[in-house]
């Protein structure tokens, strides 16, 4: 059984990989490189069921090469759609960016497809689609959704097209809305840009905002989880899934302490201003996970001991 | 004050061009002329507010330069956002026309107008965001979104790039998720297709699906109606409101009869099979008009009313 995983040489898609070449699954890892890296994916070299192509999804000639040279050889089963531009910041800016990377590699790879019979489409949406919903606690069934980043306007409006792809010509989808998720590989994030900064100044760490902003995080391995049980028990045609920590999460102050811990303990912390670390930042997110915690999962690690555990291999990627 | 209308030269614009030229404001309607038609047009050639430019709003360079000769006649106080594909079935059959005609004039717009003092963008958004949500009472908080055609999933993309403009850019924006609209000047929809098909046979009637499909349709004057209320009365920075009528809507066989009662009472009326009348149509739909009814508006014509008057309002354009 082929399983394409897009943006394969992401974050994410390291450890989701794994998992799939575990689980006896064929993998093929579609990815352009312009976030992804080669390096990340070496450690699958050696396995006989991986192949990497390096195509971009968004280039839809490309993507149906690309597919048709994967059926040859087997059935394609499963398409893990993870490409997508994951600087927010940088997409704040121009909105071209998630434009590109986000939304037209959905709709590339969805239009590529037709005529494929693909049994599960999965997609790596985000909880930036409900936006900034205040105190409530945000269920999959709350409405409207206001994004307030292109990033999470292009995460809705690619749900949007795989929700009339099933109409049309796919048998099954499921969106999985992603919480913070932190972890190695790591190419993007806010501990890899404490350890970066750390590491080039040990003196000092300045903080974007004031650091109470508070937001809950995944370990990269609890979300791969949850995302396969999800896989497992779904048989809805189309299915929505928060994925997150059940607690209420940590602040960026309490982060920057813990990476300075690790990486320089005699660093002096200095916050700027305001909650918001970017235009498109949520500044507060309270995230209702008990639609796939009926489902029998709950994350191993909290977003304390996530965030522990991910400053630790983050200080080792980067040899600090 | 100039309001910009793009697909000016459509159904909806028709009307409520009428209406803001009667309000005083100064129009300048933008149109690719594929759908719209110039003729909807001649009533407001001797208006001295009003102005028409033929450009595709999806067209980065010419809506720059169509925004800032706007500019020229004074500041831009209003956007209404009404260009898109209006015929869906096509749209299901090959998505790039929704992408282009619904989500790049959005995108494209959007884009165009950061740094213009806009004080309102207003979208004509539809109730074909939601999907098939069954026997549930369709209110603006509810979710998941799960539309069923190209054309709901690039509306509701383009709500989404409208809210995270708002981050960024924008002042103030609303979306207005309309109903199945109903009256002059036609340009697409069931009534039209019926009163052509009569007219090309007055002996037979063919109607797609068994004629149970059920639906609320309202009359564009009521419709536009309501969008100006809405304006009028919202300070939010991002609102969502269904337009609707508060009936439970009338069955395509009921439409199918009376079309035949005005344009040709002798028609046999000959249904097929199913209740969908095309990939991406939704059968039956219950929609909620409390938050716009809160504000103190109501259609003038339920939904038999408005199709019976847009049955007369067509036939005559059409010379029946």
């Not at 840009?193 to 370990?219: C, I, S, W």
């Amino acid at each position: 059984m082929i399983n394409i995983v897009t943006g394969g040489a992401g974050f994410i898609a390291n450890t989701l990989i794994d998992r799939l070449l575990e689980q006896g699954r064929r993998v093929v890892a579609f990815d352009n490189l312009k976030l992804g890296r080669l390096e990340n994916l070496s450690r699958f070299y050696s396995h006989p069921g991986f192949q990497f192509v390096q195509i971009d999804v968004a280039s839809p000639l490309s993507v149906c090469k690309a597919l048709e040279d994967a059926s040859n050889l087997g059935p394609i089963d499963e398409i893990w759609h993870l490409a997508a531009n994951s600087d927010i910041p940088s997409g704040v800016a121009n909105p071209d960016i998630d434009f590109r990377d986000t939304f037209l590699t959905t709709f590339e790879l969805l239009k590529a497809i037709k005529g494929l019979p693909v049994k599960r489409f999965l997609f790596a949406s985000s909880s930036a689609i409900y936006g900034d919903q205040g105190e409530i606690a945000i269920h999959e069934n709350i409405g409207p959704l206001f994004p307030i980043s292109n990033y999470g306007a292009m995460k809705l409006a690619s749900e949007a097209q795989i929700s009339a792809a099933v109409e049309s010509h796919l048998s099954r989808a499921i969106c999985f809305r992603f919480p913070n998720v932190v972890g190695v590989p790591a190419t993007h994030g806010v501990i890899l840009d404490f350890v970066r900064k750390l590491m080039a100044n040990p003196d000092e760490l300045h903080v974007l905002g004031d650091g109470t902003q508070q937001k809950a995080y995944l370990h990269v391995s609890d979300l791969v989880d949850a995302m396969l049980k999800i896989r497992d028990l779904t048989e809805d045609k189309r299915a929505v899934f928060n994925i997150g920590p059940v607690d209420e999460g940590v602040t960026v102050r309490w982060i920057a302490e813990r990476v300075a811990d690790r990486v320089s303990p005699s660093a002096r912390i200095l916050f700027g201003e305001g909650n918001k670390g970017w235009v498109g930042d949520v500044p507060k997110f309270k995230y209702s996970t008990e639609k796939v915690r009926s489902l029998g999962w709950s994350p191993v690690l909290g977003s304390q001991a996530a965030i522990l555990r991910a400053i630790d291999e983050i200080a080792c990627q980067q040899g600090a």
